[in-house]
């Protein structure tokens, strides 16, 4: 074999090295909550609030509730008590600063 066609093959497969690298690896993304959520919950059965931008697994933005009895809800970031959470949250992070 020639150096030229080593020289070839070895710079192909570099390419093709570099090309799946940056392939993602599901098409699904990792996102915490699977629907837009609860438009409203009751404020006296929450324990915790946690919002999370979107990121490069999830592409959009989640605002979790954790209820008293251990259970998980998503709330819609598009309802009136989900707007007023998310901006509290950014207010608090904001002042922390």
Do not use: W
């Amino acid at each position: 074999m020639s150096q030229q066609v080593f020289f070839t093959i070895l710079v192909l497969l570099a390419c093709c090295g570099a090309l799946i690298q940056g392939l993602p690896t599901s098409s699904r993304e990792r996102c915490l909550c699977k629907r837009s959520g609860m438009l409203s919950v009751n404020m006296e059965r929450v324990v915790k609030v946690e919002y999370h931008k979107s990121t490069t697994s999830c592409g959009h933005e989640e605002l979790l509730v954790f209820l008293r009895n251990n259970r998980r809800r998503c709330l819609n970031l598009n309802g009136d008590q989900g707007r007023r959470i998310k901006q509290a949250i950014i207010e608090e992070k904001n002042a922390n600063q």
